[in-house]
């Protein structure tokens, strides 16, 4: 086998370079028996002009749903706008079967937004970056087969 050496790029790596990290991160989990299937949604809402104006972005894995982006205008903000798109979310979820809902939120973001809907702090980065804190919010999501019983 030939020297190992680093190769350090700006930016995006090459295709090659991200399709080979991927697919071997994805056989480590497969060979330690977790398939990693994830499937990603969105939820946008829309103005009268068709113009996004807030969304939330999740994905699906292992039976938990990770919020990986959720956003409202500033000219709608207030009228209750990003609960429905977490209800609508968290309603994808259940019907996924998932268990748990969590995301990560800086403090001049949502975390009190977070906190409001049921989501508990399970970790935090204190003065990430500089003078502020970086988040870790979990919410347990009832079953489906437990909804309306």
């Not at 994830?38 to 749903?65: K, R």
């Amino acid at each position: 086998m030939s020297p190992l050496k680093f190769i350090t790029t700006l930016g995006e790596p090459s295709v090659e370079d991200k399709q080979k990290l991927v697919e071997g991160m994805l056989a480590h989990h497969a060979k330690n028996g977790h398939i990693r299937k994830t499937e990603t949604i969105s939820i946008f809402l829309h103005d009268e002009n068709d113009q996004a104006v807030g969304g939330v972005i999740v994905s699906f894995l292992w039976g938990g749903m990770e919020i990986q982006a959720l956003w409202v205008d500033a000219s709608i903000r207030g009228q209750g706008w990003g609960k429905k798109l977490m209800e609508a979310a968290e309603q994808e979820g259940i019907k996924r079967n998932c268990t748990i809902a969590y995301t990560n939120t800086f403090s001049w973001q949502a975390p009190d937004f977070y906190q409001k809907m049921g989501y508990t702090l399970y970790g935090q980065l204190d003065n990430f970056p500089e003078g502020n804190t970086l988040s870790y919010f979990q919410k347990k999501l009832a079953p489906a087969d437990t909804i309306n019983q």
